[in-house]
């Protein structure tokens, strides 16, 4: 074995650190030793093993491993403290910075501190500053949002968060995006719409909360130029900033007819969630859509909006459709708790399968007395499979 790199490398790192005082440089020594004996070793165990490639190879590896140890476990602990290091920091700019922006937005602040917060250049500092910001800018008070955000301004945070949206890493963008849009800078918002048809779905979900935050008017409006396919994960999204901000709900039926089927799809989900039943009629253009799947979202949604002049037309297509369709056709018709539909309920419990007779009997049994009643008549006369399927609908403990 040559251990020819060691014996240069290790005088030529004396002689750099040469200037360091004499207890710096035994490390050096101390880790020559430690090498002038392991090759000692390995010699010694070569010598005493028959020449074999396979014996050199298990030896060899046995010392990249150990060397990898070494190396790996100072590494480890190094990078352990030095994230307990930038933790505490963090915590004690922020707690020094809380101060400094509630004493302002008291006009408490002096005109000293005010200077040093201007002035500062650390990105560590810079970065605390805006987390503190963004964490005050809660309440819904407009006075204290204008002065955070002049504030804001005045360290030239923003010019930060503009460059991180132009990053090339993702997670650096999302990061300016969170801050723009806390902030209502706008500056950058063709950039970022032209996130929304990045491959990185985290960084399109990012871009379109975002874009409601910065475009207050027209906060759906990234929707027109929705070409990705719009994930659950990103309505979820989506939808829960609804929930939580006072933003203005548009009136989704203006999406019905977008030619990305996804987009069609959220928009019937917030229809029905959101009860918009102004929109009844353009989402009973969509009865036949070619997509089975819209199809569906607009069965359950006019269901959901109570619309009984929609029955007729569901009954008209049922035949024409596949088993799961049928299927919701069925339960809709039940959630109505139409009684004048008994007779099409009844016709269907003539069919051999079993999802559509088990269909056909809970959506009687939903209504009432007068349902269960009817669905005991009729087990009289059933076959066994519907007899089995009406005592398993009427079981009291389901």
Request: charged content about 30%.
């Amino acid at each position: 074995m040559s251990w020819w790199v060691f014996h240069i490398i290790f005088p030529i790192c004396r002689l750099m650190f040469g200037f360091l005082p004499k207890e710096s440089l035994k490390v050096f020594d101390l880790i020559q030793s430690i090498i002038e004996r392991l090759e000692a070793l390995v010699n010694y165990i070569f010598e005493r093993l028959p020449y074999n490639a396979l014996n050199r190879l298990i030896i060899y590896l046995i010392i990249t491993f150990f060397v990898a140890l070494i190396v790996l476990l100072p590494s480890i602990v190094f990078l352990k403290l030095y994230i307990t290091y930038r933790d505490r920091k963090y915590a004690r700019l922020y707690k020094k910075y809380s101060n400094n922006v509630i004493q302002y937005l008291m006009n408490a602040l002096g005109e000293a501190e005010l200077d040093e917060i201007k002035k500062m250049n650390s990105r560590f500092h810079r970065r605390v500053m805006v987390d503190v910001l963004m964490a005050i800018d809660k309440a819904e008070n407009k006075e204290v949002s204008d002065k955070i955000r002049s504030l804001y301004k005045e360290i030239k945070l923003d010019s930060d968060s503009r460059r991180k949206v132009r990053k090339r890493s993702w997670h650096k963008r999302i990061r300016g995006i969170r801050e723009l849009s806390h902030m209502r800078e706008k500056s950058e918002n063709q950039r970022i719409l032209d996130f929304l048809q990045h491959g990185n779905e985290v960084l399109r979900i990012e871009s379109q909360i975002g874009l409601i935050k910065l475009l207050p008017f027209v906060p759906f409006a990234f929707l027109d130029s929705q070409e990705k396919s719009f994930t659950v994960w990103e309505q979820i999204n989506v939808f829960d900033l609804i929930r939580k901000k006072r933003i203005e709900i548009p009136e989704f039926h203006l999406w019905l007819d977008h030619w990305n089927d996804s987009v069609v799809m959220f928009s019937l989900d917030m229809i029905r969630i959101l009860k918009q039943k102004e929109a009844t009629p353009k989402v009973l253009e969509l009865i036949n859509h070619d997509n089975d799947r819209v199809k569906g979202k607009v069965i359950k949604t006019l269901v959901e909006l109570e619309n009984m002049d929609a029955v007729a037309q569901l009954k008209e297509m049922y035949l024409l459709e596949e088993l799961p369709n049928k299927l919701n056709i069925i339960k809709s018709i039940g959630q109505l708790r139409l009684e004048s539909e008994i007779g099409f309920l009844e016709k269907e419990l003539k069919e051999e399968d079993f999802k559509i007779r088990m269909e056909c009997c809970k959506s009687i049994a939903l209504l009432g007395a007068w349902g269960e009643q009817r669905l005991q008549n009729i087990a009289l006369e059933a076959d066994n499979q519907l007899k089995k399927i009406i005592n398993h609908v009427l079981d009291p403990r389901l």
